[in-house]
Structures are given as structure tokens and as C-alpha cells.
């Protein structure tokens, strides 16, 4: 018996265009980047990354980076343990609000960072008579990016623990277990795939964060330059190999991460079946 | 432990959970809290835990004993909690689960883990289940899930024992054995326990006296043969069992419905009877008291009894009687036949007051 839809030439039809369609606008353009950076040879590569400036570029994204996810963890599990275990006025809005950074540009969040933040700017003007420079620097950098990627982990958590509901927790009050010991005893174990899948997509977003941080950077070679920033720069001074030297590198930590990504749902799901 | 809860009150935004409530329940009782949905049974028994506080602009008072709990944190308030979907920490063995209470004791009154491991032992081995200490919750039945939340709960000897619909979820003889366990173990262990339900069947069987609640309001304390007996008011009555209703005029002492026709000692005008299934004879012709005539819709047999569902135009809906196999034999019961009811005795709650009067039908 044949269902509807299942027909011969649907079947294929549809499996080649979607075949076709990720063979050229995903598959190539990937193939296109590690052809381009190793078209001089694998010492060339290797002499683009270690380029004293690029080193600069990936120390300083690694930083970010680094900074950004332990600030987001927390102020997501924060942010999702609020919204789904307290009832209060505004909690709707709350919730909304978190989405900002996804609803706007980057470009935008940078703006405004600079408005801000800057010389000239509102809370600027007296960080400047303090002699504390933000913008144009690293700490300008790390703002930006923990404003982009401050919804992934509680975008995370929220649905999560939201179905959970906050039984298991009563139950270990009426037990007699307090703050932290409830949080790593009860809540933490229920919620550390979630919390690690946040954070495999905080981490993506912050090394390859572009547009905001274009902004604030000011592109100082070595000092605020971070690596997607550098493979525009080299390109716009016709370093076609260094331009897809650094892009390769961020290729392969983006493969990195979908490769994490997938294992961990492949883990999910298998703990899934067994319970 | 004795409990005692004077004007408890709670709002939930604007809507009205709980009246202005007071309620005694003596040390050692087993009390069931009975009502339909939204009628405040399951916001009562979590305040008693301390999991939702009281309006405090009333004045509220929790009393655990002589002990003041009013404003002690559920933590401290050291009583048991069964959850009504059990809660089970599904990270965690049973063992662990079990366990929990225990380990997180402040170091000082902590046992050493060897003194843990032999009471979560006595306790799995109390509710059955030390063969499965090492499984994980999504592993077990309804039943046994269950039964480890109850050792959890009783893992750190609490004096009060609260379960929010404990059985609610489980199948028909599961829930029965597990009653009879319940029961068991509250006479054994001596605590107070107060439970949820909103089955009243489970609520008569189980509990040495039953506290019906409806709309944010106690109906009725009373121990289970007496609310049957002596419902308190209507709502009482029309919940802790089937109901048949006759709606009528009263004149010179007939209640008058349609071809339907009975004597009662009630006022003149608009008057309603109520009346139990078992209050209820079938007969094949009508006499002087009586004249309810009523066709045979269905005829099951219930155990010992059988089910008689009657229609008739003068009824608002169908009425069930109850009869036994030999009456029901002698009869002739089958679908379709023609049969009169005559009432043993009946009630009537006059509207909008809480009293009560029942009628008797006597013979003349």
C-alpha cells in the first residue's frame, strides 16, 4: 500500500532538490573556505595563523569568549529560575524582554553600546572623567557580546524547567534542603543538558560575533581586533589567503561546535529512551 | 502531634481560595480533606505544610502542638509531604531518593553514611521495595513510585504526615492495597496525617473523621458515619454518593410532578426531595403514599446488588435504585418495563439554609 505523497517521483524529486539546495548554498561555500586558505600550500596556512597580529585576533575572541559564557551561565539560570519558579507583576514582560537581543541588529545593540558608553555619550562622559575607557577596547568588546548572546541560555532553560514545574524542588524543602544544596542537588541535575546545550550555542555566537562588535572595536590591529574583525581587515588589504586563513578557523570551531551539539542531542535523546 | 489552624485565609490574586477557616485535628488522627476540584482542599493542606502562606491581614495561626508554626519555614516546620504526582528526584536511585532527607541534615546531626544506609534500608524495606533501591524512578509502577515517596517522606520521622492525592493516579486494586497499607502504617507509626482526596469513597474509608470542603469553605467535619448518615447541607449530601432529585408542588401535603405524585409533611409551594439509590423500592403497582411511576432504562448487576436505572417524563433525570437479586428476580426487572418507585424515606434541604429535615415515608 502506498501512502499519500509517497509517491516515486515526490520521494525524489523532493530528496534531490533538498540535496541540491545544501550542496550549494551550505556544502559549497564550506568547501570554498578550506580551498581557498590552503591554496598556497599547508605552510602558508600554518604561517597565516601564527601571523603575529592574527595571534592577537584569536587572543583576544578567545577572552571574550571566555568572559562571556560564565557571566551568560549565570545570569540565565538566574534569569530562568525567576521567570519559572516566582509569580510576580511584569513577569510576562520579563520574558519578553529577554528576546531583545534577538530581535535586534547587532549593528544596533553596537550603536547604542557606543552611545552609551562613549565619549560623548550618557554614563560615557562620566567614565571618561575617571579616566575608565570602555569603547574601543576589550571591555567595550565583552559588553556587546554578553548583550547578543544573553538569551541563549535562558532561552534554554526556561521551556525546560518550565515543564519540569518545581515539584521535585518542594519536595526537597519539605526534606529540609537549603539554597545551594536544593540548586546542585536537585535543580543542576535536571537542568545540565539544557544549561551545556546554552552554552555550546553562547560560545558559537560569541567567536563569531560580528556586526556589534564591529562598533565598539575600533579595529586596532593587536589590541581590539578580534578574529571575525581580522578576516575582514585582511581582506579588505587583499590578503585573500590570510582573510580565509583566520575564516577557516573559525570554520572549524564552528564545526566544533555543531559537532558537540549533535552529540550531546544524540546523548539527550538516548537517555531519553532509557528512562 | 495535634494540629490547629485558626482563620486561615487565601487569595490567589483577586480570586478567593480559601474562606477565613478554622479546624482542630487531635494528635495521631488520620483526617481526609474531600472536595471537587477548586474547592480549596489542596491550598489548605499546603498551607498546613508551609509550602503557600496565609493571608496575613487576618490573622492567621498554624499550632503544631503548643508549637507556633505560623511563620516557621517549611523546612523547619519537620513534617512529611507526599505529592500528588509522588516528585520523585528522577536524577536519583531509589536509594538516593529515599536517602535525601538525611543527607542534608546540618553536619552536626548529620548520621554517618553507614548509620543513612542501614535506615534507608529499614524504610524500603517497610514500604517493600529494598529489591529495587538501586533503580531510578522512571523504572518503577505507579504503586511503587508511590510507596518510595512515602519512604522518602518518612524518612526523617516527621510527627505530621500531609499526602495531596496520593492515590489519584493509580488503578483500582493498586489503590485499595495501598489504603489498607496507609492505614496500617499511620496506626503503626503513630503520626498525625491529614490527606487529599477527591474521591469519597477513599475519603470514608480511610479517614477517622472527613473534612468537606466546597468553594473555599469546611461544609462539614464529621467522621465518616455520621456525614453519611447526617450530611450537614445539601452540597454535603449530593457529593458523598448518587442522588436522585423530585422538584414539585407542595399542596395539602402532596408533592405533585408531572403524573408523579407523593405524600410529604412539607409547606405548601415549591419543594425538592433528595434520596439515595438504596432509599429507593421498586414495586409493580402504586399505593396511597406513593404513586412514582417509572420505566426500566437498565439493569446491571453491581456485587451483591443490583443497578436499576429508571426514567419517566416527570423526572428531571433519570433516578437509580438499588435493589437485591431475589427482589430483582421476583419483579421480573428487564429493560422496558413499567415499574413504580416507593420511597423508604427521603431528605429535603430547604433553600439557601443549611438545615436539614428528613422525611420518612410511613405507611399510613
Known amino acids: 500500500m502506498q501512502r499519500i505523497g509517497d509517491a516515486r517521483w515526490v520521494r525524489y524529486s523532493l530528496i534531490s532538490a533538498a540535496v541540491a539546495f545544501s550542496a550549494l548554498f551550505l556544502l559549497l561555500p564550506l568547501v570554498a573556505i578550506f580551498a581557498q586558505a590552503f591554496a598556497s600550500g599547508w605552510s602558508t596556512f600554518i604561517a597565516n595563523v601564527t601571523e603575529h597580529y592574527t595571534l592577537a585576533a584569536i587572543g583576544l575572541t578567545v577572552l571574550v569568549t571566555i568572559l562571556t559564557i560564565p557571566v551568560n551561565l549565570a545570569f540565565g539560570v538566574a534569569l530562568a529560575w525567576l521567570v519559572t519558579r516566582f509569580a510576580f ?41 575617571h579616566d575608565i575607557q570602555l569603547m574601543f577596547a576589550w571591555p567595550g568588546i565583552l559588553m556587546v557580546t554578553i548583550f547578543v548572546t544573553s538569551p ?50 553562547t560560545n558559537a555566537r560569541a567567536v563569531g560575533e560580528f556586526g556589534a562588535v564591529s562598533v565598539v572595536s575600533g579595529a586596532i590591529r593587536g589590541e581590539t581586533n578580534t578574529l571575525p574583525l581580522h578576516v575582514q581587515l585582511l581582506y579588505q588589504d587583499y590578503n585573500t589567503v ?3 586563513a583566520s575564516a577557516a578557523l573559525l570554520a572549524l570551531i564552528a564545526l566544533f561546535t555543531l559537532a558537540a551539539k549533535a552529540l550531546l542531542e544524540w546523548r539527550v535523546s538516548r537517555q531519553e529512551v532509557a528512562a | ?112 553514611s553507614g548509620e543513612i544506609r542501614a535506615q534507608v534500608y529499614r524504610l524500603l524495606e517497610m514500604v517493600q521495595l529494598e529489591h529495587l533501591a538501586a533503580r531510578y524512578p522512571a523504572q518503577l509502577s505507579g504503586g511503587q513510585q508511590q510507596r ?14 500531609l499526602l495531596d492525592e496520593p492515590f489519584g493516579a493509580l488503578d483500582a486494586k493498586v489503590r485499595q492495597d495501598l489504603r489498607r497499607w496507609l492505614r496500617h502504617l499511620h496506626d503503626e507509626l503513630g503520626f498525625t496525617s491529614v490527606f487529599v482526596t477527591h474521591d469519597q469513597e477513599e475519603a470514608l474509608e480511610l479517614s477517622d473523621r472527613v473534612v468537606v470542603m466546597s468553594n473555599g469553605r469546611i461544609e462539614q467535619v464529621d467522621t465518616p458515619d455520621q456525614l453519611y448518615r447526617n450530611p450537614a447541607n445539601r452540597f454535603v449530601f449530593e457529593f458523598l454518593g448518587d442522588v436522585n432529585h423530585m422538584e414539585g408542588e407542595v399542596r395539602e401535603g402532596v408533592l405533585t410532578c ?63 435504585a438499588t435493589v437485591r437479586h431475589q427482589e430483582a428476580s421476583t419483579l421480573g426487572l428487564s429493560r422496558g418495563k413499567k415499574v413504580y418507585a416507593r420511597p423508604l424515606s427521603w431528605h429535603h434541604y430547604p433553600q439557601g439554609t443549611s438545615a436539614a429535615a428528613q422525611g420518612a415515608a410511613q405507611p399510613a
Do not use: C
Open chain 2, 258 to 320: 408531572g403524573d408523579a405524585k407523593l405524600h410529604v409533611e412539607l409547606p405548601e409551594g415549591h419543594q425538592e426531595i433528595l434520596l439515595r439509590p438504596h432509599e429507593v423500592t421498586l414495586s409493580t403497582s402504586a399505593d396511597e403514599i406513593a404513586h412514582l411511576p417509572a420505566i426500566v432504562t437498565s439493569v446491571v448487576p453491581v456485587g451483591a446488588e443490583i443497578r436499576v436505572e429508571l426514567t419517566a417524563e416527570w423526572m428531571d433525570q433519570p433516578w437509580l
Open chain 2, 148 to 161: 518510595v515517596s512515602l519512604a522518602r517522606a518518612l524518612a526523617l520521622k516527621p510527627e505530621v504526615l
Open chain 1, 242 to 244: 590570510g582573510a580565509f
Open chain 2, 1 to 112: 502531634m495535634s494540629i490547629r489552624l485558626e482563620n486561615i485565609q487565601k487569595h490567589f490574586g483577586r480570586s478567593q481560595a480559601l474562606t477565613p477557616t478554622n479546624l482542630h485535628i487531635d494528635n495521631g488522627e488520620l483526617i481526609g480533606l474531600l472536595g471537587p476540584s477548586g474547592s480549596g482542599k489542596t491550598t489548605l493542606l499546603r498551607i498546613i505544610a508551609g509550602l503557600e502562606s496565609p493571608d496575613a491581614e487576618v490573622g492567621p495561626r498554624i499550632l503544631f502542638g503548643e508549637r507556633d508554626v505560623t511563620r516557621v519555614h517549611v523546612r523547619d516546620r519537620r513534617i512529611g509531604f507526599v505529592f500528588q504526582h509522588y516528585a520523585l528526584f528522577r536524577h536519583m536511585s531509589v536509594f538516593d531518593n529515599v536517602a535525601f532527607g538525611l543527607t542534608v541534615l546540618p553536619r552536626r546531626s548529620r548520621p554517618s
Open chain 1, 89 to 129: 507583576p511584569g513577569r510576562r514582560l520579563l520574558q519578553t524582554l529577554i528576546d531583545i537581543p534577538f530581535a535586534i541588529s547587532p549593528v544596533v545593540a553596537g550603536l547604542v553600546y557606543l552611545m552609551l558608553y562613549g565619549r560623548n555619550g550618557w554614563i560615557g562622559g562620566w567614565l571618561d572623567s
Open chain 1, 152 to 201: 541563549f541560555v535562558a532561552r534554554e532553560l526556561i521551556p525546560l524547567m518550565q515543564a519540569q514545574g518545581s515539584r521535585e524542588e518542594e519536595a526537597a524543602v519539605t526534606l529540609g534542603a537549603k539554597g545551594f544544596t536544593l540548586f546542585r542537588r536537585v535543580t543542576l541535575p535536571n537542568i545540565r543538558w539544557a544549561l551545556l546545550y546554552g552554552v555550546i550555542l
